[in-house]
């Protein structure tokens, strides 16, 4: 019987199975990487290539690539006529099942997939959860369950560090989002899901803000010019040497980083050579440059950290893992040292695994090695209209009614639930009704 843990990232796919004797096996099938790229290219409109492939004809500009596709599932977005995000992610879904069962794709001898675990961003609504499910059906593979991502990292961080009653805060630094879980690991491999918080400033959106300086320098070396200095423009450009300048800020970001760990001081200048149209540059990207622009990115996770932490003052964390590609940054181990007061040299750092982690986590579930408890993260209500003390409907100052947050199941609740509130009742508007519209509220706020 085979099951796959499948981390469905903004960047990257990644597989992991376990083979006799609890051995973890992540596929390197994928030109002898085990990361796929999660970029798909409609070739001639309808027939799909995916991975590597795709993402270089993506940067040569070729029509109907796709990328970053991941974080508008559920949303309702349509990218061309019968072009959307869960489509895009069931070609990527339907590449790992034909690359691993069979077919001219195989390269590897697996006889079935029986189920498969698939991570997805923390906080992510029923709505996306669901959309991602469905994703994976309709590539033909049986989805055991949909796992948080960070909850993956902490998963296969407690197979392996066999201490129990232990409340350990994960922080998952992928491409597109930066997810925190608060987990408490307890015996026998059970981990109990206790709050978690997300932004989607990540791996890709230093890029963008890398770029974003290239782009400010190479503005003022060449008058005349007016090359989009907006990160989140940046990062939809359809323009070819833009996205040869997003590569570029890649390669600058993960070479000064590496360089700045082994050598353990500030490594020598990058010096990234550009071009747009006729016009050439070849500038000086330092590692104190490379803080600098991103202090935005780190400010941002230091101020979601800080919300999870501020929201659970019982739970402080004993222990603190740093997981996806952008966990391996110096300053972002840093930062998070700082938040947390947690020493910088005791954070439990993945390594050149951390891009592997998450996946292998999912594996662990999919074998039932590691029993996940997750809670319900935000409550669940109904929206119903705020009355006054004196019984009339408030409004506000356009004359709209304004409307209560009921909640009937709080956040916190174990997940799967069976829920029967019985005492809470509602009346209708008008005697005899025999329809009613219901809006349910995911949150805490108690007015909308």
């Known amino acids: 019987m085979e099951r796959l843990g499948i981390d469905l990232g903004t960047s990257n796919v990644v597989v992991t199975t376990i083979l006799p004797r609890d051995v973890l096996q992540v596929y390197d099938c994928w030109n002898g990487s085990c990361l796929l790229p999660s970029y798909v290219w409609l070739e001639d409109g309808d027939n799909p290539i995916v991975g590597e492939i795709a993402k270089e004809e993506w940067e040569r500009g070729t029509a109907n690539c796709y990328r970053r596709f991941k974080l508008d599932m559920g949303?309702?977005?349509?990218?061309?006529?019968?072009?959307?995000?869960?489509?895009?992610?069931q070609h990527l879904i339907e590449h790992v099942k034909q690359t691993l069962l069979g077919g001219e794709r195989s390269v590897v001898e697996i006889n079935a997939i029986d189920e498969v675990v698939v991570t997805v961003p923390d906080g992510w609504s029923s709505t996306q959860r669901e959309a991602t499910k469905k994703a994976v059906a309709d590539a033909g593979l049986n989805i055991k369950s949909i796992l948080s991502e960070p909850v993956a990292a902490a998963a296969y961080y407690s197979y392996f560090h066999k201490q129990d009653d232990q409340v350990v805060l994960v922080c998952d630094i992928g491409g597109g989002t930066f997810d925190i879980s608060l987990v408490r690991v307890l015996e026998n491999r059970k981990i109990e899901v206790i709050d978690s918080e997300r932004n989607e400033k990540a791996g890709m959106w230093a890029d963008a803000l890398i770029?974003?300086?290239?782009?400010?320098?190479?503005?003022?070396?060449?008058?005349?010019?007016?090359?989009?200095?907006?990160?989140q423009r940046l990062l939809e450009t359809m323009n070819l040497d833009i996205k040869a300048w997003l590569r570029e800020?890649?390669?600058?970001?993960?070479?000064?980083?590496?360089?700045r760990v082994s050598m353990k001081r500030e490594p020598q200048p990058a010096k990234p050579r550009l071009n747009y149209g006729d016009k050439r540059a070849e500038l000086q990207f330092s590692y104190e440059q490379l803080k600098n622009v991103l202090t935005p990115l780190v400010n941002a996770g230091k101020a979601t950290i800080q919300a999870l932490l501020n929201a659970n003052p019982a739970h402080p964390p004993d222990a603190v893992i740093m997981a996806g590609g952008m966990g391996k940054m110096q300053m972002m181990q840093e930062m998070v040292a700082d938040v947390t007061g947690y020493p910088l040299e005791a954070l439990m750092n993945f390594g050149t695994e951390a891009d592997r982690a998450i996946s292998r986590g999912a594996a662990l579930v999919a074998y039932d090695k590691?029993?996940?408890?997750?809670?319900?993260?935000?409550?669940?209500?109904?929206?119903?209209?705020?009355?006054?003390?004196?019984?009339?409907?408030?409004?506000?100052?356009?004359?709209?009614?304004?409307?209560?947050?009921?909640?009937?199941?709080?956040?916190?609740?174990?997940?799967?639930?069976?829920?029967?509130?019985?005492?809470?009742?509602?009346?209708?508007?008008?005697?005899?009704?025999?329809?009613?519209?219901?809006?349910?509220?995911?949150?805490?706020?108690?007015?909308?």
Do not use: C, M, W
Request: avoid cysteine; glycine fraction near 8%.
């Open 249 to 259: 800020a890649n390669n600058v970001k993960e070479s000064l980083n590496n360089k």
């Open 370 to 448: 590691v029993q996940i408890q997750e809670v319900l993260l935000h409550s669940i209500g109904i929206a119903t209209p705020a009355y006054d003390n004196n019984g009339r409907v408030i409004v506000d100052s356009a004359g709209k009614s304004k409307y209560a947050n009921t909640i009937i199941v709080k956040k916190g609740t174990p997940i799967p639930f069976e829920h029967s509130k019985r005492d809470v009742f509602f009346e209708t508007t008008t005697h005899g009704q025999d329809q009613i519209n219901v809006t349910i509220v995911y949150g805490e706020d108690e007015t909308l």
């Open 75 to 89: 949303r309702g977005v349509s990218y061309a006529p019968g072009v959307t995000p869960e489509r895009l992610t």
């Open 211 to 231: 770029t974003q300086t290239f782009a400010r320098e190479f503005n003022e070396r060449h008058f005349g010019l007016n090359i989009p200095t907006d990160a």
